[in-house]
């Protein structure tokens, strides 16, 4: 089940002006030339900003979201004949052999039932080629991200092409650790509509991630620190056994397309 706020097709086109900025993404594209990848599976890619700037370097990318109005964004994009849009989740994949998978911003954290983490981590070993990467990051739950969610901090307004004003903010709504929800609300000043949408999240620690990589068949090669927002995020650099051409040195992280 996607969130609304990807979900729905009014508050998917608004999507991306309203987190115009994502200089986050700038690390995953470094990832991508660091291990020389030429196939790209882009899990969670939502409204396709990620997979349009691998396709823009001569990159073969597969997006997949489980959000059909984000997939519509995405494929309504100059350039979007270059990728190819897959609607549904890693645990369902068509048979690829691609040398990089990436879950960008928060999308691992957005995956919060257990059996279903354990198939997404099973699809994206399987969509690998032998010593291929997946890459991701998730939130570190000692920094307690959500303590800084709240209206106050949240509030904006944006001005936004064919839509006009859209006043937005977030809430916290509750804390059961692992599991943390939060409510986004959207209201547009055009005709007064007011929607809402409602997340959760899960905080895994460090050695469980690693755990469930390792049962995984996955060797954990790197957690790194995200440079755009270094002490607060995860960034985990797992390898498909098998083989392929040495590692280069380099870095990655991203932030979070979520709240901070």
């Known amino acids: 089940m996607a969130d609304e706020c990807f979900g729905d097709p009014r508050l998917a086109a608004i999507y991306d002006p309203l987190d115009p900025d994502r200089g986050d993404l700038d690390a995953y594209v470094r990832i991508a030339d660091e291990f020389g990848a030429r196939r790209v599976l882009d899990i969670g890619c939502g409204t396709g900003v990620f997979a349009l700037l691998l396709a823009d370097r001569g990159i073969e990318v597969v997006g997949i979201d489980p959000a059909q109005a984000s997939i519509d964004v995405a494929r309504a994009k100059p350039g ?11 645990t369902a994949l068509p048979s690829l052999r691609v040398d990089l998978a990436t879950m960008t911003a928060n999308v691992a954290q957005a995956i919060v039932d257990p059996p279903t983490w354990r198939r997404t981590l099973r699809g994206a070993y399987d969509a690998l080629r032998p010593g291929g990467h997946l890459v991701f990051e998730t939130r570190d739950p000692a920094r307690r991200a959500w303590e800084e969610w709240n209206s106050r901090s949240s509030y904006r ?16 709504i509750e804390v059961r650790r692992p599991l943390v929800t939060f409510r986004g609300t959207y209201v547009f000043a055009e005709d007064g509509q007011v929607l809402t949408s409602d997340s959760t999240v899960r905080f895994r620690e460090r050695q469980e991630v690693e755990r469930d990589l390792t049962a995984h068949g996955y060797v954990v090669e790197d957690v790194r620190d995200a440079p755009d927002r270094p002490g607060r995020e995860f960034v985990f650099v797992a390898r498909r056994p098998g083989a392929g051409g040495p590692r280069r040195p380099g870095a990655g992280g991203a932030l979070s397309a979520y709240p901070g």
């Open 80 to 90: 979007s004949g270059r990728a190819r849009w897959i609607c549904g989740d890693a």
């Open 157 to 172: 307004v944006t001005e936004i092409p064919g839509f006009g004003a859209v006043e937005s903010w977030i809430e916290l």
